[in-house]
Structure formats: structure tokens, C-alpha cells
């Protein structure tokens, strides 16, 4: 086995890809080590999200928050106001529980082992794993969805996902060195990102494609095989854009548990399949023909949206009025961004 690793090595030390958070073989080689807070709030950022959505935001979160000392201190509202647009906001609230349990619990040194990480909030067992090898240099294997197929390539395994992930897994260990575990555990990630990618792996320059299974047989383009999903339900809902006299915004905080919790949206209703209307205040709504759609892990949603203008001594039940200059859409999440920039012309600019 040893003579996989060290043949994809030696791939990995002329292709590898470079990543702002990366640390290269050349370098690594002449001794250099990641920052392990950069590591982490890589794989915190790319956790169901692609290498290119999460570029901007590192550079950003490091330019705002340099070190996890900074990012403890930093006020919740501005992180996730930093965050919006990523995704999976849960993360984020996670991040900062993380970072804060670093500079208390550990005195703002991240722990150097993967059982030592796993006792971090928002660290399961892939980040564990892969902050281990990537920043530590552990002997730890980390399977992710290019790890998968690679490994159900290389050795022809027909089983489907989920079920074939114990075997997957195990095929991916026993192939782990000792010796450089952490460029390793990259270059079986980028193997699978660029070259043994989901549709038209390119077999001719692989680095694998003498002892791979499924390259022999010709069944490396239907690897790996998938249990078929069930179909995503639809959900609805409605949201009030209300806009006050003097420019404000009515926007809520929404709670903290629950999807996009802690973030900033308009008041609405539950979430359901045949949702209630629920103004958050009393005036003259109007209901927009468009409705905003947008996609979660789980379902699908479409919320009606309503709009109005409000007196300046509007009472809103829930909810507070945020001043038009303290007011960017870019902080909203994607789907209450696109609820903003449905709504009239009118509304949005006076
Ligand atoms: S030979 Fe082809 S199928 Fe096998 S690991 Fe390489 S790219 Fe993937």
C-alpha cells in the first residue's frame, strides 16, 4: 500500500493546487507549518461549500479577525453579518463558540490531536480529521465526497452511498501514511477534485491509473453509485418588508436554534406547508406577484412577500426598526436577499 501514497506524493508535490490557506509541499518540505486557526476556519468555511464560494470570505475573515483571539472577541451580530451569504449559517454560530472555547478552555492554542479537537464545538469528525493531518501532520484519514469516489474507483466497490461509506473509509486509512500524512490527506483531495472529478475523470494523466480497479473494467464513470434521494419537499411561508417614514427597515434577529438562526430577516411566518399569515404589524400590505425560492439541504421554500409603508409611531409585535444607513443587504442571508431584491424599486431606494 505504501507504494500508492508515496506514487500520488510525488503527483501531489508538482500538481498540488494552491489554496490561500494551504501551505505547499516546497514549503512545507523546508519546514513551514499552517497557522492551525487559518486551517480551521477553512474547513469550517468549505464544510458544504465549494473552495470558490469560500476564497472572499477567508481573505475577509482573516483581514477583520487576524488571530482566533480576535475572532472570540468579535461581537456575534458582526460575524454573522460577515458570514451572510455562506450558507449553513448554524457554522457560524459554531465558529464562534469554537473560538471562544479556544482562548478560554485552552488558552488560545488550538489542541494538536484529533481526539483533542473532536472536544471542540462545531468540530466533528471529518473537521477533527482533517485539522489533525492538515495543521498537525497526524496520521489521520479524512474522507470527504472526493476521498469517496476516488477510493470506490480505485478499488471497483459497486456497493451505493451511504452503505459503501464503513468500507469506503477503511480503504482510505489503510492507504494513509506515516510520513507526510498531511500533504497526503490533500492530495487525495485534490486527485478527486481535478482529475478524478465526477463525471469525465481524466484516467491518462492520473497518477493511479496503472493499479485502479475501475479504470481497468471502464466502470470509473458510474462510480461511486448512489442510493436514490427521496424528492425534496416544498415549503411556504410569508414574509413583511416594512419600511417606516423616516427610511427604517423592520428586520428581526431570528432565534438562534433553527435554520438561519442568529441571523438578520424579515418577520414572517412558520415555515409549513400551508403556512398562516402573521404581519408583524398592523398596515396596508401589499403582496408582490414574484415570490423568492430558494433551496436548503432539506427542502425547498417559497415565501410570499408581502410590503408596505409604515408611519413613523408603527408598534411592530416583533421585530425592530433598523435605520436605513445601518442597513445593508449584503448582511442579509441569500433568501432574505433575494426577498430584498424583489420588492419594488420604490420601496428599496426611499
Ligand atoms: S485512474 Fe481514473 S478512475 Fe482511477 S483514480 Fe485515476 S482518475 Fe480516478
Given at each position: 500500500?505504501?507504494?500508492?501514497?508515496?506514487?500520488?506524493?510525488e503527483?501531489?508535490?508538482?500538481h498540488?493546487?494552491?489554496?490561500?490557506?494551504?501551505?505547499?509541499?516546497?514549503?512545507?518540505k523546508?519546514?513551514?507549518?499552517?497557522?492551525?486557526?487559518?486551517?480551521w476556519?477553512?474547513?469550517?468555511m468549505?464544510?458544504?461549500?465549494?473552495?470558490?464560494?469560500?476564497?472572499?470570505?477567508?481573505?475577509?475573515?482573516?483581514?477583520?479577525w487576524?488571530?482566533?483571539a480576535?475572532?472570540?472577541?468579535?461581537?456575534?451580530?458582526?460575524?454573522m453579518?460577515?458570514?451572510?451569504?455562506?450558507?449553513?449559517?448554524a457554522?457560524?454560530?459554531?465558529?464562534?463558540?469554537?473560538?471562544?472555547?479556544?482562548?478560554t478552555?485552552?488558552?488560545?492554542?488550538?489542541?494538536?490531536?484529533?481526539?483533542?479537537?473532536l472536544?471542540?464545538?462545531?468540530?466533528?469528525?471529518?473537521?477533527?480529521?482533517?485539522?489533525?493531518a492538515?495543521?498537525?501532520?497526524?496520521?489521520?484519514?479524512?474522507v470527504?465526497?472526493?476521498?469517496?469516489?476516488?477510493m470506490?474507483r480505485?478499488?471497483?466497490?459497486?456497493?451505493?452511498?451511504?452503505?459503501?461509506?464503513?468500507?469506503?473509509?477503511?480503504?482510505?486509512?489503510?492507504?494513509?501514511?506515516?510520513?507526510?500524512?498531511?500533504?497526503?490527506?490533500?492530495?487525495?483531495?485534490?486527485?478527486?477534485?481535478?482529475?478524478?472529478?465526477?463525471?469525465?475523470?481524466?484516467?491518462?494523466?492520473?497518477p493511479?491509473?496503472?493499479?485502479?480497479?475501475?479504470?481497468?473494467?471502464?466502470?470509473?464513470?458510474?462510480?461511486p453509485?448512489?442510493?436514490p434521494?427521496?424528492?425534496?419537499?416544498?415549503?411556504?411561508?410569508?414574509?413583511?418588508?416594512?419600511?417606516?417614514?423616516?427610511?427604517a427597515?423592520?428586520?428581526?434577529?431570528?432565534?438562534?436554534?433553527?435554520?438561519?438562526?442568529?441571523?438578520?430577516?424579515?418577520?414572517?411566518?412558520?415555515?409549513?406547508?400551508?403556512?398562516e399569515?402573521?404581519?408583524?404589524?398592523?398596515?396596508?400590505?401589499?403582496?408582490?406577484?414574484?415570490?423568492?425560492?430558494?433551496?436548503?439541504?432539506?427542502?425547498h421554500?417559497?415565501?410570499?412577500?408581502?410590503w408596505a409603508?409604515v408611519p413613523?409611531g408603527?408598534?411592530?409585535?416583533?421585530?425592530?426598526?433598523?435605520?436605513?444607513?445601518?442597513?445593508?443587504p449584503?448582511?442579509?442571508?441569500?433568501a432574505?436577499?433575494?426577498?430584498y431584491?424583489l420588492?419594488?424599486?420604490?420601496l428599496?431606494e426611499?
Open positions: 500500500m505504501r507504494d500508492l501514497s508515496e506514487t500520488l506524493l503527483w501531489y508535490d508538482v498540488a493546487r494552491q489554496m490561500p490557506w494551504r501551505v505547499g509541499p516546497v514549503d512545507r523546508a519546514g513551514s507549518r499552517p497557522d492551525p486557526y487559518v486551517v476556519l477553512s474547513e469550517v468549505l464544510q458544504q461549500t465549494t473552495v470558490a464560494a469560500v476564497r472572499d470570505y477567508h481573505r475577509k475573515f482573516l483581514q477583520i487576524p488571530s482566533v480576535d475572532l472570540a472577541a468579535a461581537e456575534d451580530a458582526d460575524v453579518a460577515a458570514w451572510a451569504g455562506l450558507g449553513y449559517y457554522r457560524a454560530r459554531n465558529l464562534l463558540r469554537c473560538a471562544r472555547a479556544v482562548v478552555d485552552y488558552n488560545g492554542v488550538f489542541p494538536d490531536t484529533y481526539e483533542g479537537l472536544e471542540l464545538p462545531g468540530i466533528g469528525p471529518y473537521t477533527a480529521a482533517a485539522i489533525a492538515i495543521a498537525f501532520d497526524r496520521a489521520e484519514t479524512v470527504d465526497g472526493n476521498v469517496e469516489r476516488v470506490a480505485l478499488y471497483d466497490i459497486h456497493t451505493p452511498l451511504p452503505a459503501a461509506k464503513p468500507e469506503l473509509t477503511r480503504r482510505a486509512r489503510d492507504l494513509t501514511p506515516d510520513t507526510r500524512p498531511g500533504d497526503y490527506a490533500q492530495a487525495v483531495m485534490d486527485l478527486g477534485a481535478t482529475i478524478c472529478t465526477p463525471r469525465s475523470p481524466a484516467c491518462g494523466i492520473c493511479w491509473r496503472v493499479p485502479c480497479q475501475a479504470r481497468i473494467t471502464g466502470t470509473a464513470p458510474v462510480l453509485k448512489k442510493t434521494k427521496k424528492k425534496t419537499p416544498t415549503r411556504f411561508g410569508f414574509v413583511y418588508a416594512a419600511r417606516r417614514a423616516d427610511g427597515w423592520l428586520l428581526e434577529t431570528r432565534p438562534d436554534s433553527g435554520l438561519l438562526g442568529g441571523m438578520l430577516g424579515w418577520p414572517g411566518s412558520d415555515w409549513t406547508d400551508d403556512p399569515p402573521a404581519a408583524p404589524v398592523v398596515a396596508d400590505w401589499q403582496q408582490l406577484d414574484a415570490e423568492a425560492r430558494h433551496t436548503f439541504t432539506h427542502f421554500l417559497r415565501l410570499k412577500i408581502m409603508r413613523q408603527a408598534a411592530p409585535d416583533r421585530g425592530a426598526f433598523v435605520a436605513a444607513d445601518r442597513f445593508s449584503s448582511s442579509l442571508p441569500t432574505m436577499r433575494k426577498v431584491d420588492l419594488p424599486a420604490t428599496r426611499n
